[in-house]
């Protein structure tokens, strides 16, 4: 898996240490959220499994590389702006979770224009907070 924006790596430090995936890439643009991230692979004992790359939403990863990605915690114009900039490191046989604080037609917009089908969504509450969570793949 990639989780694009981890900020602390705490999803990819999850889903390693609880088997949802053999091993995770971590993209952070931002010295101190990279750093963050760093830490925390390295405090959990992580590194051979999760690597933390610093670089700008897709370019961390090369195409094929990673079978889920994750954006999560931002605008959705955002992660339709880094899905679009880094449309050439996606296969199209990835499955995307994305996960937008605000304006989520721009990624379902997105995802329309390029072909991809919703095949989840979920709106959850948490502290008074409703987040939306979608799930995409090609189709």
Known sequence: ??????????LPCY?????LTSAA???????GPFLSAKQQVEKLQLSSLI??????G???IEKGEADVITIAGMGGSLI??????GKDKLSGKERLILQPN???HHIREWLYQEGYELIN???????????????????
């Open 80 to 85: 339709a702006h880094i899905l679009k900039a």
């Open 121 to 139: 969504e979920e709106i959850l509450e948490e502290d008074g907070k409703c987040y939306e969570v979608l799930v995409a793949e090609a189709g």
């Open 51 to 56: 690597s933390v790359r610093k670089g700008d």
């Open 25 to 31: 890439i971590v993209g952070e643009i931002t010295d």
């Open 102 to 104: 605000i304006h989520a």
């Open 1 to 10: 898996m990639a989780d694009i924006g981890s900020d602390h790596a705490y």
């Open 15 to 19: 889903c390693v240490l609880n088997r």
């Open 58 to 60: 897709l370019e961390v």
